[in-house]
């Protein structure tokens, strides 16, 4: 059966959809676009100003996403002969705890350094740098967010990173990154509501990789087209070149990512 940490864990309501202003007409953009992402998201990226933002308060922090924008638009800017497309940060959360959000989901942008990162993460800014932390209403919202966005697209805790975790760099920096690892810790799966159907015969296993028996004494095999509901979903063992892993609802195991479509 599953572990006692996942179903003391999954009592926990799921992530309800925070406030969020739209700010996306305010931000200078580009003629162009770098693209677009062809599937969901399968990761998100936490990300800092680096400089010190000297006028923390709401208008401040919305001008200097202005400025940003205007930096990294310019000719050399992201290390592209003509800059990038506009900002490039999908969600900013201010130091009042406002959320905002300042591209599409769907806009792939240049903002980690790395082409997987790129291509498959939503990037969450905090308008900070320096020796500055967040204050607590800010990381509050961008745990909210963060808990939102990785239920919303199916994607687990354990792909919630920093920036230095795609490349070196120093963002998101001294304060923002431990308090990521010590909620990341924390926290041992995304918690979902979905409805799943078998692609082929599976086992449920007791734990998320093939290297757990198979559930109730192995005879927990779901057949082509059995569906199940979901609670959860996480990082556990590769299987089929993929390493994320469904808890079924009901608490009799997991089932690889690979082996499942989503029905509901």
């Not at 599937?39 to 923390?56: F, K, S, W």
């Not at 990037?123 to 740098?129: A, C, I, Q, W, Y």
């Not at 409805?195 to 449920?204: E, L, R, S, W």
Request: hydrophobic residues 40%.
């Amino acid at each position: 059966m599953s572990t006692p940490i996942f179903n003391e864990r999954l009592k926990a309501n799921l992530p309800v959809a925070p406030e969020i202003r739209d700010i996306r007409e305010l931000i200078p953009r580009a003629d162009w676009s770098i693209g677009r992402r062809d599937g969901a998201p399968r990761y998100i990226t936490l990300h800092y100003n680096g400089p010190t933002v000297m006028n923390r308060t709401p208008k401040g922090e919305v001008n200097q996403l202005i400025g940003d924008a205007k930096w990294q638009m310019r000719p050399g800017g992201l290390g592209a002969k003509n800059g990038g497309d506009g900002l490039q940060y999908h969600y900013v959360v201010l130091s009042d705890g406002t959320i905002h959000q300042t591209r599409d989901e769907g806009d792939v942008l240049w903002h980690c350094g790395n082409s997987v990162g790129n291509q498959w993460s939503l990037s969450v800014h905090l308008p900070l740098g320096g020796q500055q932390d967040a204050t607590e209403p800010q990381w509050e919202a961008t745990l909210r967010l963060f808990g939102w966005l990785a239920s919303k697209h199916l994607i687990p805790v354990q792909r919630v990173l920093g920036h230095k975790e795609w490349k070196s760099t120093a963002c998101p920096g001294p304060f923002l990154f431990p308090r990521l690892l010590r909620w990341r810790d924390a926290a041992p799966a995304t918690v979902i509501a979905a409805t799943f159907a078998a692609q082929h015969d599976v086992g449920i296993y007791e734990g998320p990789g093939m290297t757990f028996p198979i559930a109730l004494g192995s005879s927990a095999v779901m057949k082509k087209g059995d569906e199940f509901q979901a609670d959860a979903v996480l990082v556990g063992q590769r299987y089929n070149s993929d390493v994320r892993w469904f808890h079924r609802a009901d608490g009799v195991g997991f089932v690889p990512w690979t082996t499942v479509r989503q029905v509901g």
